[in-house]
């Protein structure tokens, strides 16, 4: 069932907190080489080309065919990919020391050309979702094969985790020609990563094999990973136990208790980059009325939503900054426990329509939440949709509340730019403050983190104080898998890297 | 239904006065039991706000999941500390009332295009029966979760939907029964006097349809209630809060290791409800067709 | 007879016309937004502008519509709006995973059905009979997600009898293949076999009260050579045409089973591309669904004719 709005994953994701530790996998034993790992994928995909790709779970199977030109550890902390020195320190021109003696996976070499073939193709190519990640870049020169100028139009901090994903992927160009229009669907031999494309049974299973040439000696150790796409999560539990899946990202929050309590599985889980919660339309009665949107604020209870909807995993929300970002600020709670009567005084008597889909979980905390609402003389109407009309008609802000949450991004910009600054893609609100647009500029175009972090400070206690958005909870990102997968390492951007798995 | 069922459906004998309801439902045994059995439903529905325990709606969250046979509580209750027994028998205003309007849409409209296209022929019927062809050649739950999905999940819209998909199997039945009648002496005779068309409907079209329809028309609810079912187990039917059996399978599916009865019970709760539906429709059949007596 | 079936066989295009009509009105005026569902979390105004220029969704309605009318006729069924897969190659590859299903759950639906419709009927009035019908009648009163989910449950999950989910192609593997086919098909059969076994039934019926079968009782012929060499022979005609149109329907008919089991089908792609606007596959499914069921409905209909004389189509 296509139930996977961007909300209910990050929802879901909100497993048990203080679960497992932090990044490391279980290490019991020497690795053993061999066997196929099989993982389950919240939804099907439509396309294995980065270039044009936009959903989740594309980007859960990119990681394991291509590599990116830089790469994070689990703290999320920029470390060398493909590239393997940078100085960054001219901002309009960022030079880049490539990675010798790695070839694609059809043969052909990466090399400074190939870089440039990339970029030019992620910013020209019609259908290329990527151009707005890359509208800082002017263009790349090629000094030689291992050496690469990125001339920048504008000053911009976020390019190096920008590169860490989609953008930055290399591909085999060879490939690409050689696949024509069906690429998208067969990218054979495309990538350098731990493993290779090898089929592709839409709705059924997507398959990879051991990339003999990987570039980094004695990895992989899995002959193959297997992906399965099975948009339920109880569907996907049920696959767990019956040994027909080995590893999966998300489960429903009631089942996490008895799967922490069996012996054949294990589950870990960190807190991951996003955020919950429901965003009001401030272009519109009756949020237009910034006192309106604080009182809904005050008066949702966040700690009664992570226990009875997400089973305490996860921490309670209260901006976009999460704790697993270096941009964090814990003082920024405005509103932390519900507070009835300060909502009542704030004002009150009023109602609204909130928009969510069908989803059972949705469906669940929309109600609880109604009833929260109640206790400060604020009436909630649920509205439930289709998921393409609900998606349509908060993205054409045609809504007065509407559930959505945010998967996050690795720079802290990823996860307040496009949400409030004036016009940004994500302002559904349609929230515009001068102020915060200065203060998010700045911090997009300056090298220096402490100055940075000040902008943000900033930012969020606004954007928070001012209630465009409702923040609910943090979410995590969860590993359940059963024993005999070892050696995973869980990092918060949800994403599955197989390389060093095996299997055993 | 194919054109030949139609045709041999249509070619039953004709009772001139239809036969009394009352005196079928005492003299044959089966159709009393599923007339009783439907009944008992029917009072379920009507009672529920006075015979349920609690509120279906109140929720509850520091009560949720107790098991069955707890105080207070006979069935237990569900994810949201909701009464399980209350929603159940509330289940039955929501189910039996879908049943009745996607019937109604189906036997009004299907029913009107049949009457027009028997009575009118020529190029009109063409036309119209081409339309009904089309109709019944789309995929009826594609076009049923098609249609929810244009007009926006919720009860109102899924009876429509379902109605929708009804009207084809409607306006061939009572086409038939049209064609059927129109060259005979009486009507041909009444014509010529100059009597109305309207005078023609009621008095002879209508008590001929009884007989076929009145079968049809109980299949079809139980049809109709496992179709809302469906679209409720999809997301697309009744919504949150509405006690609505379908949309609990969706929900109580995901708990099946932990608390069974919350899929379990709506489960048999439709499976109970279609089965009197189908009982009373075969059994009326069996009645009602002369080839089939002992 | 001829004319009969060329003039039907005529019909079917107007017909299928009309359906094509009615479901690209029908997804194209939905509320919702493919270029949305396509870029997800990569909406800007631009992409989802370039989108809709792509897809020429900012054409007139009519437009849109004679565009594809016109590729379908050259035999072009267009591309995925969300994969940019052929429409007619998704669909191929994913007909195999319905017909197994659909043929396996009619196979299943007939091993319950005939042996009991000809008990029930052989029995007729009995208490046998009374007991069988009614556990048909319920077998199509229960939902069928319900009898999958509960099949899942016991015999998947917690039994490990049978894997959960996964199609397996038959020719690759014809014996796991069967296992993960089986529950799938047997919440599929389950109301199938009612329908089958009360056809069956009245059909067995009808045919042993026939003069030649009494004849042969009178003659002294065994009971089982009546029953199984005569009558059930003839009986079984009509079931074959009520089969055919249970074929004609294979694709509707899986839609809430592959849901249920996530199985890859061709019913699981319908309801789907739906609920993501994708609306060239929509359309392409609809229209082979219809004319699958336009032509088993002629087939059956010319095997009816062919055999009850009762009906003529003069």
Known sequence: MRRVALGFISLLLIAACGGGGGGGGTNAGTPQRGGTATVALESELHTLDPMDSSLLVEREVFYNIYDSLFTIDPSLKIKAGLVTQWDVSDPLNYKFTLRSGVKYQDGTPFNGASVKANIDRYKTATTSRRKSDLASVASVEVTDDTHVIFHLKKPDATLLATLVDRAGMMLSIDAVNKGGQNFSLSPVGAGSGPFQFVEWMRNDHLTLKKNPSYWRAGFPYLDGVTYRAIPDVNAILSALKTGDIDIARVIAGKDVASVKADSNFIYKDVPAIGFNGFELNAGAPPFNDPAKRQAVALAIDRYSILKNIDFNIGVVGYGPIPPSSWA???????????????????????????????????????????????????????????????????????????????????????????????????????????QVDQWLDDARTSADQAKRKADYDNAQKQIVQDAPYVFTTFGVSAQISDTKIHNFTLYPDLMIRMAEVWKG | MSNATVIVAA?????????????????????????????????????????????????????????????????????????????????????????????????????????????????????????????????????????????????????????????????????????????????????????SPLRLVVRHLIPNLVNPIIVQVSLSAGFAILAEATLSFLGLGAQLPTPDWGQ???????????????????????????????????ALRDALDPRLRT | MTAYI????????????????????????????????????????????????????????????????????????GRSITTHEPVAAAITERLPA?????????VWSLLVAIPLGTIAAVRRGSLTDQVVTGITVAGVSIPNFFIGIVLIFVLSVTLRLFPFGGYVPLLQNPLESLRH??????????????????????????????????????????????????????????????????????????????????????????????????????????????????????????????????????
């Open chain 1, 328 to 434: 964090f600020d814990s003082t920024e709670k405005i509103y932390d426990h519900a507070d009835a009567s300060k909502a009542k005084s704030t004002a009150t008597g009023f109602t609204f329509t909130y928009k969510t889909t069908s989803d059972p979980v949705n469906q669940q905390l929309a109600q609880l939440m109604q009833s929260e609402l109640t206790a400060a003389g604020i009436t909630m109407q649920i509205q439930t949709e289709e998921f393409a009309t609900y998606q349509q008609e908060c993205a054409n802000h045609q809504f007065q509340a509407c559930g959505v949450s945010w998967s996050g991004r690795i720079d802290p910009d990823g996860n307040m730019y496009a949400w409030w600054h004036t016009g940004g893609s994500f302002n559904d609100s349609l929230y515009s403050n001068p």
């Open chain 2, 11 to 195: 070619q039953q004998p004709f009772r001139r006065t239809p036969v009394e309801l009352l005196d079928l439902v005492r003299s044959h045994r089966r159709v009393t039991v599923a007339a009783l059995l439907l009944g008992l439903l029917v009072l379920v529905a009507l009672l529920s706000p006075v015979i349920s325990p609690h509120d279906p709606l109140a929720v509850n969250p520091d009560n949720s999941y107790l098991p069955p046979l707890s105080p207070g509580h006979l069935l237990g209750t569900d994810e949201l500390g909701r009464d399980l027994l209350s929603r159940i028998l509330w289940g039955a205003r929501v189910s039996l009332p879908v049943a009745l309007v996607a019937v109604a849409v189906g036997l009004i409209g299907g029913g009107t295009i049949g009457m027009i296209s028997g009575y009118a022929g020529g190029a009109v019927d063409l036309l119209l029966m081409r339309l009904m062809d089309a109709l019944l050649a789309f995929p009826g739950l594609i076009l049923a979760i098609a249609l929810v999905a244009a007009l926006g999940p919720g009860l109102r819209n899924a009876m429509i939907a379902i109605g929708i998909v009804a009207v084809p199997l409607y306006a061939r039945l009572v086409r038939a029964v049209v064609l059927q009648l129109k060259p005979m002496e009486f009507i041909v005779a009444t014509r010529s006097i100059g009597a």
């Open chain 2, 248 to 282: 609990m399978i969706n929900t109580g599916a995901a708990f099946l290791t932990n608390d069974p009865w919350l899929a379990i019970v709506p489960g048999a709760a439709i499976s109970v409800t279609v089965y009197s539906f189908n009982l009373l429709g075969d």
């Open chain 3, 6 to 77: 060329l003039r039907r066989l005529l019909l079917m295009v107007p017909v299928a016309f009309l359906v094509t009509v009615g479901v690209f009105m029908l997804i194209h005026l939905s509320p919702g937004d493919p270029a949305l569902v396509i870029l997800g979390e990569d909406r800007t105004p631009q992409a989802i502008a370039a989108i809709h220029q792509q897809l020429g969704l900012d054409q007139p309605l009519y437009v849109q519509y004679g565009i594809w009318l016109g590729h379908i006729v050259h035999g072009d069924w």
């Open chain 3, 98 to 106: 319905t017909l197994e299903l659909g043929i396996v759950a009619l």
């Open chain 3, 181 to 314: 086919v089986a529950l799938p098909a047997i919440a599929l059969g389950t109301a199938g076999a009612a329908i089958n076994m009360r056809f069956t039934r009245s059909s067995m019926i009808e045919v042993l009260n026939l003069d030649y079968i009494r004849t042969a009782w009178a003659k002294g012929a065994s009971w089982r050579r009546v029953v199984f060499v005569h009558a059930l022979k003839n009986a079984l005609i009509p079931v074959v045409t009520i089969v055919g149109i249970q074929i004609g329907g294979i694709i509707e008919g899986a839609v809430v089973t592959e849901t249920v089991f996530t199985w890859p089908g061709v019913g699981r792609l319908a309801v789907e591309s739906i609920f993501n606007r994708d609306y060239t596959v929509v359309q392409g499914i609809v229209l082979l669904a219809a004319f699958s069921y336009m032509l088993a409905n002629l087939l059956v209909d010319v095997a009816y004719a062919w055999l009850d004389p009762r009906i003529s189509y003069a």
